[in-house]
C-alpha cells in the first residue's frame, strides 16, 4: 500500500480550499444577484408535453416592453382563478394563442381576453346568459403547442367557443423544425397527409433532459444569468437559418428578368418578409402545410366536443402603421399588392375547410389610419412594432366580441 506523501496531502488541501472557494463564490453571487433582482426564475418553467409554460403562483413586474404586473394563476394561466366546472347560464370561451394572447405587456384588465369579456356582456343575443373567458396564451407557443393545450388543459373547463388567436409573424416559423431556433419543443411534421409528432424534443431523450435541466436550472440566478447569456448568442446564430430561407425565396425572385428588388430582411427581429407573399420554397411550402393541417385538426378537436371554433388573425406592426405611403413602400419593395397575404390565405382557407375566420388586419389598418393611431409599441420601445398596445388589445377585443355575439346569435348557444 502506497503512503501518502506529504505533496499528496498539500495538492489535497489545495484542491479544498479552491472548491470550497469557488462554491462560496457562488452562493455569495446567488445571494448578490438575487438581492438585485437580477436573474430571478421568472415566469416559465419546464413542461415535458410542451416544452415550456407558465409557472403557477408565479409573479413579475415586466417592463421589457410596456409595463405591466404578472400574476400566473394556480393553472398556470396569466389569468385569475377559474373552477373546473361551468356555472349554469353561462357561455366560456376559451382563449389559446401566444404572446399577443399572454399579453404580458399591459394589465390583465387591458387584454383582448378580458375586453372581449368586458364587450361582449352588452350582446343582447346572451338571452341573460353570463360571459367567462379563459386565457391560455403562452410566450412563444406555435400551433403545436397550442394544438397540446387544447387537449390538456382546455377540455376540463368544459368551454362553448375556443378562439385560436394565430400570429402569422412567427407562428408559421414556430411550426417549422427548419425554421424554427427553438428546438426545445414537439414539432409535428406530415408523414404523407397525415401529422406526426416529430423532432429531438420527441425522439432523443438525452435531448429532452437537457431541456429539462435548462428549465429546472433556471431556479437558480447565477445559471439564469449564464443561461440567459448563451441563450443570446445562441438565438442569434440560429436566427440566420429563417434568414437563409427568405435570401433563397429573394435569390429566386431577384433571377427573373422583371423581378422587383427585393428586401432581404425583416422590418422586425424574428419576423420574416416571407409572410408576405406565396411560398417561394419547399420550406415555406412545408410550414403552410403542416399550419393549415394544424389548425384543422384543432377545428376537428374542438368540433368532437361539442364546442364552436374560431381562428383569428392577429396583425403585424408594419400592415397597420399609420402611413399608407410607407406600408405601400414597404409593399412594393417585396413585390406585393399589399401585406395581406397570410390574412388573406386564411381566409380562404377557412371557407374551404369550414371553418370561422375573422382576419383583425383590415380593420386595424382602417383604425390607424382614422385615428393616426400606433397600435404596436410602447413608449419604452419603438412604436409601431412588437406586440398589441393599450389600444391594440382594446380594438382586438372589440372586434372579437362583436364577431363572437354574432356567433352566439348564429349557433343558438
Known amino acids: 500500500m502506497r503512503i501518502p506523501q506529504p505533496r499528496d496531502r498539500w495538492i489535497g488541501k489545495a484542491l479544498v480550499v479552491v472548491f470550497g472557494g469557488m462554491l462560496l463564490g457562488l452562493l455569495l453571487a446567488e445571494v448578490g444577484l438575487r438581492l438585485f433582482g437580477i436573474g430571478e426564475q421568472g415566469l416559465y418553467q419546464w413542461d415535458a408535453d410542451r416544452g415550456w409554460g407558465l409557472r403557477p403562483g408565479a409573479s413579475e413586474w415586466q ?143 438525452i435531448f429532452r433532459a437537457e431541456c429539462a435541466v435548462k428549465f429546472e436550472s433556471r431556479r437558480s440566478a447565477v445559471l439564469n444569468v449564464v443561461g440567459d447569456s448563451i441563450i443570446r448568442i445562441r438565438a442569434a446564430a440560429r436566427g440566420k437559418k429563417a434568414l437563409f430561407a427568405e435570401v433563397e425565396s429573394n435569390a429566386v425572385a431577384a433571377s427573373r428578368p422583371t423581378a422587383p428588388s427585393q428586401a432581404v430582411t425583416a422590418t422586425e427581429p424574428g419576423l420574416a418578409d416571407a409572410i408576405y407573399k406565396p411560398p417561394q420554397n419547399q420550406v415555406w411550402e412545408d410550414a403552410w402545410r403542416v399550419t393549415e393541417k394544424l389548425i384543422l385538426a384543432i377545428n376537428a378537436d374542438v368540433r368532437a366536443h ?68 400606433y397600435l404596436h409599441g410602447f413608449a419604452n420601445t419603438k412604436l409601431g412594432t412588437g406586440h398589441w398596445n393599450e389600444a391594440g388589445h382594446r380594438l382586438a377585443g372589440e372586434l372579437i366580441a362583436g364577431h363572437l355575439c354574432n356567433l352566439l346569435d348564429s349557433s343558438g348557444l
Not at 408559421?172 to 404523407?192: I, V
Not at 405601400?328 to 401585406?339: E, F, I, P
Request: proline share 4%; net charge negative.
Open 306 to 373: 361539442g364546442a364552436r371554433f374560431v381562428l383569428v388573425t392577429a396583425t403585424v406592426g408594419s400592415q397597420v402603421a399609420p402611413d399608407a405611403a410607407r406600408r405601400a413602400q414597404y409593399a412594393k419593395s417585396l413585390g406585393v399588392k399589399d401585406l395581406f397575404y397570410a390574412d388573406s390565405r386564411l381566409k380562404e382557407f377557412g371557407t374551404r375547410a369550414g371553418i370561422d375566420v375573422l382576419n383583425l388586419a383590415p380593420a386595424f389598418q382602417n383604425y390607424a389610419d382614422e385615428h393616426h393611431a
Open 63 to 205: 417592463s421589457r416592453e410596456g409595463n405591466a404586473f404578472v400574476q400566473i394563476n394556480r393553472e398556470g394561466m396569466r389569468d385569475r382563478e377559474h373552477s373546473y366546472r361551468k356555472p349554469a347560464d353561462s357561455i366560456r370561451i376559451a382563449f389559446i394563442g401566444d404572446s399577443f394572447t399572454e399579453a404580458e405587456q399591459v394589465a390583465l384588465k387591458d387584454d383582448y381576453v378580458s375586453v372581449v369579456e368586458d364587450r361582449i356582456r352588452t350582446c343582447p343575443r346572451l338571452r341573460g346568459k353570463s360571459v367567462e373567458t379563459l386565457n391560455f396564451g403562452c410566450d412563444s407557443y406555435g400551433t403545436a403547442q397550442e394544438f397540446i393545450t387544447l387537449q390538456r388543459s382546455v377540455w376540463k373547463y368544459s368551454p362553448d367557443i375556443v378562439v385560436l388567436l394565430f400570429f402569422a409573424g412567427n407562428d408559421l416559423r414556430n411550426n417549422s423544425l427548419d425554421l424554427e431556433w427553438h428546438m426545445c419543443q414537439p414539432f409535428y411534421l406530415l408523414e404523407g397527409d397525415e401529422l406526426v409528432l416529430n423532432g429531438p424534443f420527441i425522439k432523443s431523450p
